[in-house]
């Protein structure tokens, strides 16, 4: 059984920065694929970026390239979403998700199968 918490959501004024950290469980992590997402009120889920945690292609969604990057550490089965130059419209609920599998770039290709519970971003402006 995998299990993800993430966790370092605040909130911060537009142009800052922010880290999140996502720390998983589970023998399946060792060789898996991580993606990160996030969802704002009314709106559908969006795809940040999704990579593996044994090499491989990251891709990160238009509206993000640029700005957020990812860094992992294995041995740790910690994840971090390294967020600059935030603006208001990155506000969501962002959830880190895990699977065996990636379909496609993983972004808008589903399912996922497992999700953690979700840290809250606000920025203003």
């Known amino acids: 059984q995998v299990h993800l918490v993430e966790s370092g959501g605040d909130s911060v004024q537009a142009g800052g920065s922010l880290r999140i950290s996502c720390v998983g469980s589970g023998s399946a992590l060792s060789n898996a694929y991580i993606g990160w997402f996030r969802q704002a009120p009314g709106k559908q889920r969006e795809g940040v970026v999704t990579?593996?945690?044994?090499?491989?292609?990251?891709y990160y969604g238009d509206s993000v390239k640029g700005r957020f990057t990812i860094s992992q550490d294995n041995a740790k089965n910690t994840w971090y979403l390294q967020m600059n130059s935030l603006k208001p419209e990155d506000t969501a609920v962002y959830y880190c998700a895990a699977d065996v599998f990636r379909y496609g770039d993983g972004l808008t290709h589903g399912p996922w199968r497992w999700w953690g519970q979700g840290t809250q971003v606000t920025v203003s402006s």
């Open positions: 990579f593996s945690t044994t090499g491989g292609r990251t």
